[in-house]
């Protein structure tokens, strides 16, 4: 529990499960006071904890701004202008955004994102994730499996879909888990921000000059003249560290849920063709984005008897929504037969996931292709000694070695 | 039942097609949503009623034209 000693209440986990703290919430105090970590500075703001407040939040962008201004503002408000100046700023891209501009910007990446356009990468990924498990193999074991499977398995992925370069992948991943790192002091997560800009800004400007036959070129051919450079920057910055940073995790955490409930993970290994619900309920359960992005008031409003005022800072608990006990049938108990429940993992109203078709699929395909690869897969160091990362925009365990 | 999309709240996030494919579908244009079965048969109306719920838009609705579900 050591770990867990700077860690709000709302992003601890004992390693799988929210805290007990957040049962009460949702009990006694839905609507409470929490602190929301920017780096070592710690900023009030209300924490949401039942699914139905959490829905109507998420759901009512009317209502509650994604704007990183908006945030600023209230750290300004709150502490200091001083203070407000520090904060890293990653520049807004699709989700520091309300509409109309995130409506706008939205539409030109949705279609590149249809359940049907994912499906016709299915033999590619499938075939990805074949070689990273022939590697592993080869290699022997140990190997941590967030760095010989998960981390460059996603991260070829979105690289292929996007039109990023592999080889980058090292530079990429250690910024990328920098700029989610919100234990990191500010000026380290700023340095990760800018850097990760510089670096899609290059790529930005290539694909310009000769877009190729990927996400990047295609927005280029096509909105090439609505978009500017720094939109394409932002845009595409986001989507390469959400496209690995949260894929990685979830399969690396889900695999070590899976290693301690050996009886799901037989029945997940058996029968792939349980697969797609099997994510649903992995993803319900892990809940591995602890709030996703801090909302701001925009009028004044009641949820749940308590009076939030405009410009407050909102946060929604998604590991509380998902286990909601008046919403889900025994919401601790990992089912991977369970019917699917409408969690909100991946967020709800119009920032919902853009990717969710993207990541659905490469579980879907990489969780039974690893059971079934390495049949005698289990932890090569005591569960004991595994170290989390709850200080992080994604919740993850740290490494994952594995033998088999 | 009568199933009903919004095509300008829709995001194309695409849950509705994972849920029922032999009623929904995106196009390929905008990615939205497009209803291909507005009157799905009656094996088909939980999961729709599912998809309604699955919806992170709020953008498809399910609307009970009081037949028999079966």
Known sequence: ?404 | MRVIADRDICIGAGNCVLTVPEVFDQDDDEGLVEVIDPDPAAGLRDKVREAVARCPSGAIKAIDTSEPDD
């Not at chain 1, 879909?161 to 919100?182: E, I, N």
């Open chain 1, 1 to 404: 529990m050591d770990q867990l000693r700077s860690v709000p209440p709302h992003m601890r986990r004992t390693p799988f499960d929210p805290v007990d703290d957040l049962a009460r919430c949702r009990a006694e105090a839905p609507v409470s006071r929490a602190a929301a970590p920017l780096g070592p500075l710690r900023v009030p703001a209300w924490l949401i904890a039942r699914y139905q407040d959490v829905r109507a939040v998420l759901g009512d962008a009317a209502g509650f701004s994604n704007s990183s201004e908006a945030v600023r503002d209230y750290v300004a408000a709150v502490a200091g202008e001083e203070t407000a100046e520090r904060l890293p700023l990653s520049g807004p891209s699709l989700i520091g955004y309300d509409p109309p501009v995130h409506t706008r910007l939205r539409r030109m990446v949705a279609p590149r994102f249809t359940v049907k356009r994912m499906r016709s990468l299915q033999p590619r990924i499938e075939a990805i994730v074949a070689e990273h498990l022939d590697a592993m193999a080869e290699a022997g074991a140990p190997a941590d499996l967030l760095e010989a499977f998960a981390l460059p398995m996603s991260s070829l992925v979105i690289c292929e879909l996007l039109g990023v370069p592999y080889d980058d992948r090292a530079a990429f991943q250690r910024r990328g888990s920098a700029q989610l790192d919100l234990d990191l002091d500010l000026a380290g997560r700023q340095a990760a921000f800018d850097e990760s800009h510089a670096y899609m800004a290059d790529l930005v400007r290539g694909h310009r000059a000769g877009p190729g036959d990927n996400l990047l070129g295609a927005l280029v051919r096509e909105h090439g003249d609505e978009l500017s450079d720094e939109e394409l920057t932002e845009l595409a910055t986001l989507l390469l560290v959400a496209g690995h940073e949260t894929t990685a995790n979830m399969l690396a955490l889900g695999t070590l849920l899976l290693l301690r409930h050996p009886d799901q993970l037989a029945l997940l290994r058996d029968d792939p063709s349980i697969a797609e619900g099997a994510v649903e309920e992995l993803m319900r359960y892990l809940s591995i984005v602890h709030t996703g992005v801090v909302r701001t008031a925009l009028r004044d409003v009641t949820i749940a008897g308590t009076r939030i005022k405009a410009g407050d800072a909102v946060m929604c608990s998604l590991p509380s929504a998902n286990r909601d006990e008046s919403v889900i049938a025994d919401p601790d108990v990992l089912d991977l037969t369970r019917k699917p429940t409408a969690h909100v993992a991946f967020g709800h109203g119009i920032h919902h996931c853009l990717g969710a078709p993207l990541a659905r699929l490469e579980l879907r395909i990489a969780f039974p292709a690893l059971l079934r690869r390495f049949p005698g897969l289990r932890l090569a160091v005591p569960f004991e000694e595994l170290r989390y990362r709850p200080l992080s925009v994604v919740y993850g365990v740290r490494s994952l070695p594995v033998t088999w």
